[in-house]
């Protein structure tokens, strides 16, 4: 390696001094990261040698705009973050956001300083946690093989040296940018799905088109053939058709254009449910762009060539007498309906993927949480930033919470280390004790920190035993468990009294609570032990996300929003509030994934939809318009209306249904890409699969029934006047 660097997970702080208190998150690093990223700076430096104790920050861009109005001298002034002192050594580039892909970093100190800023961080001699991340930049001619081996070798021998931390593990090397591994598959998976999607929105829109050409080449066959038996050659003609899909390319690249930018703004809407700040906004990448529009530009050519092809090579007899140039005797199966069928048959499967997100949205939405999510507001705080001790930071939370709960309006106050649904929090395994130590006799459990009044404050039925009371930091430990606990962990006998083990730790087991959606709304119903906020910060303190403050109001939760951060600014003024939200609106939060695929494959099956419907209108128009001579003469040989309406349908319907045989099958495969990301439904969802094929029938007879109309409403003398 060249160079290396070193830095932490996200460091929380608190940036206080002009204006009111403000949450940020950013980095410990090493003084030479800076010269290992490698990045242009906006104003000043970064770190230099020797500076890995010294109180300076260098600032994200964004920061320095919002919260200093972007001070053009703030290289070298003082800033008070956490309540310490900090120089300002520089602003880095807006492009940067830190090494991690989706990390909103908003700050870097000299990495001495993080057990300073996070005291919750582990120690420096700590093998038993990963907190720290290595940046290097590989030597010229070394390659990624070559370094990965390198990495293995000393893996290896740290595994030697620390057999009880080190044993059976490596390390995970990356790219820097790149996205985490554990979610590098998730995303994947979702952007190939949505890539067949767009895909075969481009199929079927390319179909259209070339359907349309199609069309159009024909009406233009007598001008064509007069053209070509004044002289002009073909290869003209040919360029003159080719010229205009290449027009036709370009304005549709113009306007893909617009509505990309406005998509894209509309997306960046989303948020995901975490408590760091994640950079997930979606812009509009002048590469990505360029590829599209270059992408319509050779759409329009290529699909304008056939039709081009065809319009300029007609049957000169058949054309000047005004008959169907692009028609061949005796073929039933046109080129239109083959394109045609391939439209329908695509959009069988776009519709049976946005059933099935539809439907997973709608199921995800009557999942029962387990707790009440109305007239409920949060805030988070975190004392540990500002230093206080645990003691400290008990104390507060408590007065806190009674200060809160005797505000008019207020129901109940409680604190938890972590709201539910929050996408992550503590876990340990459990296990009772006495029972075979063994991989298998530990339970995986999910941990909250709570005050007492929390279960009744959200609605979680209590089945047996008490609540939490007046538990001191040095009492025996006390839990209660859920009802998934008590059959995973207990295997179903009275847990009231029975002691458990997790993490070296026994709890005594005084409750029993109904069963919540604890992390995401698809996990699977699995233990959860709460512990008591006061007997747990000393031991282990929350994992530098703070604490949350949970209100139950008798109306809206908004009112009593000024009225709470009133009560904390008179305990600490400098404490940051952060994460304030309503219930309602953290649990929207949890529905990100559900309401991003809805949203995403809705819009894209709603447009091949239209696209293969107007398809198919199109070439039923255009065989009415073709046969007209032909329905003159049924109807003047006695043919009803209906027989005529009949008769167009028919033909409509044969199309319709041919492409639905082709497309469900298939539709039935790739619905597996899904499977990952349905809620409550199974990706071969009968519901979804038994709708689509009527109502897409029921789609295309709409679209056959107006020329059919049309058709059947055919004055039989003037069709027989038509030339």
């Not at 409750?511 to 282990?540: C, F, H, M």
């Amino acid at each position: 390696y060249k160079v290396t660097g070193v830095q932490t997970c996200a460091v929380p702080a608190s940036i206080s001094g002009s204006g009111e208190p403000e949450r940020v998150w950013g980095q410990a690093v090493t003084a030479n990261f800076f010269s290992v990223t490698q990045l242009p700076m906006v104003l000043g430096r970064g770190f230099v040698s020797g500076e890995e104790n010294a109180q300076e920050i260098v600032l994200g861009a964004a920061l320095w705009r919002l919260r200093f109005n972007a001070d053009p001298n703030i290289a070298g002034k003082t800033i008070t973050l956490s309540g310490r002192a900090y120089t300002v050594a520089g602003v880095v580039t807006p492009a940067f956001h830190g090494a991690d892909q989706i990390l909103n970093t908003e700050f870097w100190v000299p990495l001495g300083n993080g057990p300073t800023l996070a005291p919750n961080m582990p120690k420096e001699g700590d093998r038993s946690q990963h907190w720290l991340q290595v940046l290097a930049r590989l030597k010229p001619g070394v390659t990624h093989e070559h370094a990965a081996a390198e990495l293995k070798t000393i893996a290896s021998r740290l595994a030697q040296a620390y057999p009880a931390t080190d044993k059976g593990n490596g390390f995970v090397f990356e790219q820097a940018g790149s996205l985490p591994p554990r979610e590098r598959d998730t995303v994947l998976i979702f952007f190939a799905a949505l890539s067949v999607v767009v895909l075969l929105v481009l199929a079927i829109a390319g179909a259209n088109v070339a359907n349309l050409l199609f069309a159009q080449a024909a009406a233009r066959q007598r001008d064509m053939a007069v053209r070509l038996a004044l002289g002009a050659t073909r290869a003209r003609l040919l360029r003159q058709m080719l010229t205009e899909s290449l027009l036709l390319g370009l304005g549709g690249g113009v306007l893909g254009v617009i509505l990309s930018i406005w998509a894209t703004s509309a997306l960046s809407g989303f948020r995901l449910p975490v408590p760091v700040p994640l950079d997930i906004g979606i812009g509009v990448d002048w590469r990505v762009l360029l590829y599209s529009f270059v992408l319509s530009l050779i759409s329009g050519l290529l699909l304008g060539l056939a039709p081009a092809w065809a319009a300029a090579r007609p049957l000169l007899a058949n054309a000047l007498k005004g008959e169907d140039a692009l028609a061949r005797p005796g073929r039933r199966f046109t080129l239109r309906n083959l394109l045609v069928v391939a439209q329908i048959a695509m959009s069988v499967v776009l519709l049976s993927v946005t059933g099935l997100f539809l439907r997973s949205l709608l199921s995800a939405s009557t999942i029962d949480i387990g707790f009440r999510s109305d007239n409920m507001m949060l805030m988070s705080v975190d004392p540990s930033v500002h230093g206080y001790t645990s003691a400290r930071t008990v104390d507060f939370m408590m007065q806190l919470r009674d200060r809160v709960a005797a505000l008019q309006g207020v129901v109940s106050a409680v604190a938890t280390d972590m709201p539910p649904l929050s996408g992550g929090g503590r876990s340990d395994g459990f296990r009772i004790p006495g029972s075979p130590d063994t991989p298998s006799s530990w339970v995986n459990t999910t941990l909250f920190m709570v005050t007492p009044g929390y279960f009744y404050t959200l609605g979680i039925p209590r089945i047996a035993g008490s609540d939490f009371g007046s538990e001191t930091a040095d009492g025996p430990r006390v839990g209660v468990v859920n009802q998934a606990f008590v059959q995973q962990v207990l295997g179903g006998r009275n847990p009231i009294g029975v002691q458990v083990n997790g993490a070296g730790v026994l709890y005594r087991i005084i409750g029993v609570v109904g069963n919540v959606k604890s992390r995401t709304l698809g996990e699977e119903t699995g233990p959860v032990l709460y512990r008591s906020l006061q007997q747990t910060i000393a031991s282990d303190p929350s994992s530098m996300v703070g604490y949350t403050l949970m209100v139950r109001t008798a109306g809206s939760p908004i009112s009593i929003e000024p009225a709470v951060r009133r009560q904390i600014y008179s305990l600490d003024r400098s404490m940051a509030i952060y994460n304030e939200q309503t219930m309602q609106e953290h649990i929207q939060a949890a529905y990100f994934l559900p309401h991003l695929a809805a949203a995403l494959f809705g819009t894209f099956g709603f447009i091949g939809l239209v696209l293969a419907a107007v398809g198919l209108y199109g070439v039923m128009s255009y065989a009415v318009s073709c046969r007209t001579r032909e329905i003159g003469i049924r109807m003047a040989m006695g043919a009803q209306p209906g027989t005529v309406e009949r008769l167009v349908l028919r033909q409509g319907l044969v199309l319709t249904l041919i492409a639905v045989a082709l497309g469900w099958p298939a539709a039935w495969m790739l619905s597996k890409l899904a499977a990952s990301f349905l809620y409550g439904i199974q990706p071969h969802d009968v519901i979804t699969f038994a709708v689509v094929p009527p109502f897409l029938i029921a789609i295309a007879l709409v679209a056959c029934w107006i020329p059919a109309r049309r058709a059947a409403s055919i004055d039989p003398m003037r069709a027989l006047r038509t030339e």
